[in-house]
């Protein structure tokens, strides 16, 4: 099956700082991909749908200057949390659709796992 | 209203039995996709199953079969001889076809007792 990549898979940084999240698709070209947020013993909430090439659509109640979202080829998407704070501390999980595939399937990424100090 | 509401947060089951994880949907599309995922401790989402609101039969794979009743809405995960790996977290999800959007529901921990 279609293989999602992401980097880093657990990163823990100091209050105020700024961190970037990549998601690959490693054997496929994907136009949408989606950001996730995953609180523990909680399920995914979706925080935004990324479109190659143009700006991402926000959920309700997510801030998009906070999460910047940039899709900038069919094959990678990054998430960058701006001056992240303790709240922020989640699992964060892309994934992505085969842009070839009539499939309805989404391949999930492994998830990175993010603590604020 | 929940577009996915799986109402069991914990189950039990003994090693080699079978097990229902419970899951209703909501939806006005006529057109949609059912899934179900594996979350272990690791975090990864696995795919197990999938069907669609068109097909006649219900989705079987492996030790995973879906048991789909389309006028109750509800696609029910049944997992037959259970193993000491199947202990995880396990989602039902929704996507339909109108939008990109997947609909997850709040998950059932699947514990399997030697």
């Known amino acids: 099956g279609a293989v999602v990549s992401q980097h880093p898979s657990r990163v823990i940084c100091k209050s105020g700082t700024s961190v970037k999240i990549e998601c690959r698709s490693l054997?496929?070209?994907?136009?949408?991909m989606f950001w996730y947020r995953q609180f523990p013993k909680q399920s995914l909430m979706l925080m935004a749908t990324s479109n190659e090439g143009s700006k991402a659509t926000y959920e309700q109640g997510v801030e998009k200057d906070k999460f910047l979202i940039n899709h900038a080829s069919l094959t990678l998407s990054t998430l960058t949390v701006t001056s992240a704070h303790p709240e922020d501390s989640s699992f964060y999980i892309c994934?992505?659709?085969?842009?070839?595939?009539?499939?309805?399937?989404?391949?999930f990424g492994p998830g990175t796992r993010l603590t604020v100090l | 209203a929940q577009k996915i509401t799986q109402t069991q947060p914990g189950m039990f089951v003994q090693e080699k039995e079978a097990v229902t994880l419970d899951c209703t949907y909501d939806?006005?599309?006529?057109?949609?996709?059912l899934f179900w995922y594996k979350q272990p401790s690791s975090g990864e989402m696995i795919f197990l199953i999938y069907q669609g609101s068109y097909d006649q039969q219900n989705a079987t794979e492996g030790r995973y079969s879906l048991n789909f009743q389309k006028a109750r809405k509800s696609a029910n995960l049944v997992i037959s001889a259970s193993q000491l790996g199947d202990s995880a977290m396990y989602f039902c999800?929704?996507?339909?076809?109108?939008?990109?959007?997947?609909?997850f529901g709040t998950g059932t921990s699947l514990t399997v007792i030697p």
């Open positions: 994934s992505a659709r085969d842009r070839a595939s009539s499939d309805n399937e989404q391949f």
């Open positions: 054997d496929f070209q994907a136009t949408t």
């Open positions: 999800a929704m996507r339909e076809a109108r939008g990109n959007q997947f609909y």
């Open positions: 939806t006005s599309d006529p057109s949609y996709g």
